[in-house]
């Protein structure tokens, strides 16, 4: 606008007047990257998230189905001993097994000895054995691989039997997967502090079973050889670490190992390893052939030339194959020492799947499954575990009559405690007495009870219920000279029932 200086005049402010609607933040689009970002996070929580949960329903599933069987029955003894007597007794039998019975000793004196309470640190072990499990198969290969190797390892038929077993071997799985792991992690990039982690499973691992401990370095221990065969005089550092950590962590092993090293009464029933040990393998250690067969075919295709792989590689074959070759020298070999390989072949097996491509990683699983089923369905039955137990209750409880006694055989070849363990725990009062006993099992630092001598205490019962782990032709089998004499002549055998590791015979006396 042109104006003089006198009359021009200032124009008024111009007003904008701005209107902005703001969306909702529901109503906006989200960018493609922050999409994918969701669904990384989404396909994160399922891989872990899944294979534990699977692991979590397969344990839990019928978790009081199975009877307590003969080693299942000594974890019950041992934890209601007084502390004192536990020592006396582990001082005499299963000193291996000492840190585990206190372990068990504490927390049944909070949880009680019901079979759920048994057995619930197992199916904890097993679950966080699954997370482990994942987390060292997304090191190897990625989130495919971790989910893959948590599902199979989950499905392993194996897995769940332990899960629902009142003994140490789900938390040897357990600290032997975290060894592996921190020992993956030790070797990619070696530190004091990644060494002391692995000692500390490494001992751990040794405090459930100094057995399988040994076994699993003796894995390790090849890993690391070849390794530094592959790497020279750069691998040393993790070498000199991992020698530190191994003298430390070995000493819980070591140590119960020797102290139990003169116990050989309860290993006395294991054979060397023939033709027939190593066509029962798979069966043994994974309780389905099929699955385990399935299990090392892709753990086999699933070995590459890396560190983490080299790793795996100790853990998972090193511990079946030395036993194996031990066991044919010197009877050794029994198939649940070495389930502390199942996490280190799982994971493999995972990496083998997955390596093949989706449709194909998802059949095996499916096969896996499937194939899984039918003994996930056998080993929730009353003998699931091999011992029908609970059976006692339905022969002996419902034909029960006053005057009735209890017998039991003196020895047995590997479970002698068993049958009076069975006894006390699955036959409910009113029972026939146990009229022989003087003192219970586990006292005195005595596995077995005592009996009153010469069976003076046994009377003239009208009948006799004897009570084995076993169903020989004579009911007397295994007892003393002193109780054939006085039973065999005067009685005679009225029925029996014969069930898995459990053998019941009536008795009466002789008329006249």
């Known amino acids: 606008m042109l104006c003089f200086p006198r009359t021009c005049r200032p124009s008024p402010p111009e007003i904008v007047i701005s209107l902005r609607v703001d969306t909702p933040p529901e109503a906006r689009v989200p960018r493609p990257a922050e999409r994918a970002g969701r669904r990384v996070t989404l396909f994160a929580v399922l891989v872990w998230s899944l294979p534990a949960l699977v692991a979590a329903g397969l344990g839990g599933w019928r978790l009081t189905g199975p009877a307590l069987w003969a080693d299942e029955l000594a974890t019950w003894g041992a934890v209601r001993l007084s502390w004192s007597q536990l020592w006396q007794l582990t001082g005499t039998v299963d000193a ?16 009680g000895t019901g079979t759920v309470a048994l057995r619930l640190p197992a199916l904890v072990a097993v679950v966080a054995t699954t997370v482990v499990v994942t987390a060292v198969g997304r090191r190897v290969g990625g989130d495919r691989v971790a989910l893959l190797a948590g599902f199979l390892y989950a499905l392993i038929p194996a897995t769940a039997r332990y899960a629902q077993e009142a003994r140490p071997y789900a938390m040897t799985m357990l600290f032997a997967a ?13 530190g004091i502090g990644r060494a002391l982690a692995y000692a500390g499973a490494v001992a751990a691992t040794g405090l459930c079973h100094p ?4 076994l699993m370095l003796a894995g390790h221990a090849a890993a690391m050889v070849w390794r530094q065969l592959r790497r020279g005089s750069a691998g040393w550092r993790a070498t000199w670490l991992w020698l530190a950590a191994v003298a430390v962590g070995s000493l819980p092993a070591l140590a ?4 139990g090293a003169g116990q ?16 029962g393998m798979p069966q ?3 309780v389905s052939p099929v699955v385990g067969g399935a299990i090392l075919v892709l753990a086999v295709l699933g070995i590459r030339r890396d560190l983490a792989t080299l790793c795996l590689i100790g853990a998972g074959f090193v511990p079946p194959v030395l036993l194996l070759l031990v066991g044919t020298q010197v009877p050794v070999w029994v198939g649940r020492y070495v389930l502390l390989a199942l996490p280190a072949l799982a994971v493999l097996a995972g990496a083998g799947a997955g390596r093949a491509g989706r449709p194909q990683a998802a059949i095996v699983t499916v096969l896996v499954a499937l194939f899984s089923f039918p003994v996930q369905l056998e080993i929730r039955t009353s003998a699931g575990h091999s011992e029908d137990s609970a059976k006692i209750d339905q022969v002996i409880g419902t034909r029960y009559q006053a005057g009735d006694v209890a017998v039991f055989a003196d020895t047995h070849p590997s479970i002698p405690w068993a049958a009076r ?22 006292t005195n630092g005595r596995l077995l009870a005592r009996e009153c001598a010469a069976a003076a205490c046994l009377g003239t019962p009208p009948r006799i219920w004897v009570v084995r782990v076993d169903s020989p032709a004579d009911p007397l089998t295994d007892m003393s000279a002193a ?7 005067h009685y005679h055998v009225v029925q029996r029932w014969n069930y898995p590791l459990l053998g019941i015979v009536l008795m009466e006396r002789n008329a006249g």
């Open 96 to 111: 291996v097994l000492t840190p585990y019975y206190a372990g068990m000793k504490a927390y049944t004196s909070l949880a």
């Open 178 to 190: 975290l060894a592996v792991w921190f020992l993956i992690r030790l070797t990619d990039r070696p």
């Open 211 to 214: 057995l399988s401990a040994m």
């Open 256 to 259: 119960f190992g020797i102290r």
């Open 264 to 279: 050989t009464a309860q290993v006395s029933w294991i054979t060397l390893v023939d033709e027939n040990t190593l066509q």
């Open 284 to 286: 043994n250690v994974f």
């Open 421 to 442: 363990d069975i006894y006390e725990r699955y036959l409910p009062a009113p029972r026939p007495p146990d009229v022989l006993r003087t003192a219970s099992q586990r």
């Open 483 to 489: 109780k054939r004499a006085a039973i065999g002549g």
